[in-house]
């Protein structure tokens, strides 16, 4: 189904170039070390615009990594996941030769919060010669592609969301938890109600709000009741035209709004070095 490709507007201090129809645009002009009132406020509109912000040639350190992120919002620390012992607001996620790593499913972060995070801002430390890419999906233009019946169907429809498909017992996730931290995690972080119709709290705009790594049910429905209707709406995330993909290079940074999209990792980097970082800004709680 054709996407109508945005236009981007024009600023005062940043220059934006598209890199898909549907979501995703490099910014030119902009040193992320040195921000100042007008260019976060700028930069704050191309992301509502764009959903991701892509820059090149950036050279930040760990804390100016922090410091960035803290200009969009308060940051989070993964409950989970590796951090930096000096900057635990920041998440490592690496893969090696020996222990290959990726995120290899479509997925928004840490939707198993009350909160789930607003958005996140993610820089290539080490990265493979080739291969390792990323993509991120349209979530708001996977919701307005359904019919016109199941948008009936799931208006007002919770999913459960939890930690435990990609953190629990049976995790798959970035750091093997010991059995008294997952023990303590299922009293922190019971399993949420989040709409599966979501309405972005700055733009007023409903997107698909549900993951494959973290949702385990619907609210009200058996297991054998939901599982068509999840799985069907799960491959709405596959529809290439709302979709664009991002070649790392080093100096690459990507900023997403976690609340209307998703992302995957690209696993085609085995027996390669690939390190990324990220810091994660808290959200509010989807309605």
């Not at 700028?42 to 960035?68: C, G, I, P």
């Not at 999913?159 to 303590?184: L, P, Q």
Request: net charge negative; with cysteine; glycine share 6%.
């Amino acid at each position: 189904m054709r996407v109508n490709a945005r236009v981007p507007q024009e600023y005062n201090r940043i220059n934006l170039e598209p890199i898909s129809g549907a979501l995703g645009a490099i910014v030119h002009g902009v040193d992320m070390r040195e921000l100042d009132d007008e260019i976060i406020t700028e930069l704050h509109q191309a992301w509502m615009d764009h959903k991701v912000l892509f820059f090149r040639n950036q050279e930040l350190t760990s804390a100016q990594h922090v410091e960035y992120g803290k200009a969009f919002g308060e940051l989070e620390i993964h409950p989970f996941t590796s951090n930096l012992e000096e900057q635990p607001e920041i998440i490592v996620l690496e893969s090696t030769p020996e222990n290959f790593v990726a995120a290899e499913s479509w997925h928004s972060d840490v939707t198993f919060r009350e909160c789930p995070p607003k958005g996140s801002v993610l820089v290539g430390r080490v990265l493979p010669p080739y291969g390792g890419d990323t993509a991120w999906a349209d979530m708001q233009l996977a919701y307005e592609r359904l019919s016109d019946d199941l948008k009936e169907q799931i208006e007002g429809l919770y999913a459960i969301h939890s930690y435990e498909k990609v953190f629990g017992a049976n995790r798959t996730g970035h750091r093997h938890a010991v059995d008294e931290v997952v023990e303590k995690a299922k009293e922190q972080y019971p399993p949420q109600r989040h709409p599966i119709v979501r309405t972005h709290p700055e733009t007023g705009i409903k997107s698909l709000f549900i993951n494959r790594n973290f949702v385990t049910g619907i609210d009200g429905m058996t297991q054998d009741e939901s599982r068509s209707l999840r799985h069907r709406l799960y491959e709405q995330v596959n529809r290439l035209e709302i979709t664009c993909r991002f070649r790392w290079q080093p100096g690459s940074v990507a900023q997403w709004d976690n609340r209307c999209t998703q992302h995957y990792a690209i696993p085609d980097y085995g027996g390669f070095h690939r390190r990324m970082e990220r810091v994660t800004m808290i959200g509010d709680r989807p309605r």
